[in-house]
């Protein structure tokens, strides 16, 4: 079982930076690929980046590329989305979640835990 505690959302003015972090519980955080996901009001929850637990694989959506990037900690059991130069359409709930495939995931099926979201509101 594993448990996953978002923060570092907030409110942040266009072209600013936030930067997320997704704490795990458990022993075998490392064993997990991570992916970040968001939803905003009325539309469905996206992908928005992953990264896998062996080789530290990364893919994101083509929305957030070279904006975003993911990282992880594997000593803090903790994974990061760095956000910079925000536009107002990111705003929305980010979520973490985990899956134990080995690969990067950009759908939200295979992925067994899931946080309880952070909000990130972007100001024009």
């Known amino acids: 079982q594993v448990q996953l505690v978002e923060s570092g959302g907030g409110l942040v003015q266009a072209g600013g930076s936030l930067r997320l972090s997704c704490a795990a519980s458990g022993p075998t955080f490392r064993r997990y690929t991570m992916g970040w996901f968001r939803q905003a009001p009325g539309k469905e929850r996206e992908f928005v980046a992953a990264?896998?637990?062996?080789?530290?694989?990364?893919v994101y959506a083509d929305s957030v590329q070279g904006r975003f990037t993911i990282s992880r900690d594997n000593a803090k059991n903790t994974v990061y989305l760095q956000m910079n130069s925000l536009k107002p359409e990111d705003t929305a709930v980010y979520y973490c979640?985990?899956?134990?495939?080995?690969?990067?995931?950009?759908?939200?099926?295979?992925?067994?835990?899931w946080g309880q979201g952070t909000q990130v509101t972007v100001s024009s």
């Open positions: 990264i896998s637990w062996s080789v530290g694989n990364t």
């Open positions: 979640a985990a899956t134990t495939l080995n690969t990067v995931v950009q759908v939200t099926r295979p992925y067994n835990y």
